[in-house]
């Protein structure tokens, strides 16, 4: 179409147009850490307001997202990749340890790094429930990784004859659920104790899964 703007593509500021369009994305997501996951919240952010206390223009926010809720989706998923990565380098830290060492490490390294940030845990457990069918729909595939993740290291332990062989799925949806609630309200200052204390308690609860009674391990 003759007059239409194009995307420059050369150096800018020692910057290509890559990098500038990166910067800005990066930009519009820490502005929306920090309002979504503290104060108005998801859902009393404007562009406007998102776009201001970025430091950008509205008309910059419409050229890196469609919506608040394409910011939000990316924010939940930067906000997993982050835990994640902390999980997978604590139990890399540990290697061919025994089952209960490997979770109190990958417990550990997962509520050190969601609680640092109280926004973090905003984010992941409170901002992101109904939203949308398709925010909730990326919410549970999320989770079914994390899900994934209980599974993976149930079967590598029983295959180590440190726990029962079974089928962990069921159970490990289960103790998803609990892991979320307990730092989400742990977070909140609803439970009197110390964050190690935390992570023992979701060791316990992990372990007692794994080794029901009358198990012995082999």
């Known amino acids: 179409m003759a007059g239409r703007l194009r995307a420059p593509t050369g150096r800018y500021g020692g910057k290509s147009a890559e990098e500038r369009k990166a910067e800005r994305r990066s930009r519009f997501l820490d502005a ?3 309002l979504f996951g503290d104060t108005p919240g998801y859902r009393g952010t404007t562009v406007a307001a998102l776009s201001e206390a970025a430091g950008l223009s509205t008309r910059q926010f419409y050229e890196e997202f469609r919506t608040l809720e394409d910011v939000l989706a990316a924010l939940h998923l930067q906000v997993n990749a982050w835990a994640e990565q902390a999980v997978l380098a604590g139990a890399a830290d540990v290697g061919d340890a025994p089952i209960d060492e490997r979770a109190a490490a990958i417990f550990r390294a ?3 790094n969601v609680t640092a940030d109280p926004r973090r845990v905003r984010i992941t457990f409170v901002e992101i429930i109904g939203v949308s069918p398709r925010l909730e729909e990326q919410r549970l595939a999320r989770r079914s990784r994390w899900v994934d993740l209980i599974c993976a290291e149930a079967r590598a332990a029983a295959a180590r004859g440190e726990a029962a062989q079974r ?4 159970a490990a949806a289960a103790f998803i659920g609990s ?3 307990l730092l989400h ?3 909140a200052g609803w439970v009197d104790a110390t964050l190690d204390q935390v992570v023992e308690e979701l060791v316990r609860q992990l372990l007692a899964i794994l ?3 009358g198990w012995q391990e082999t």
Do not use: C, T
């Open 110 to 112: 997962y509520a050190a």
């Open 179 to 181: 892991v979320n609630g």
């Open 167 to 170: 089928d962990y799925r069921l």
């Open 211 to 213: 080794r029901p009674v």
């Open 32 to 34: 929306a850490l920090q």
């Open 185 to 187: 309200d742990w977070s």
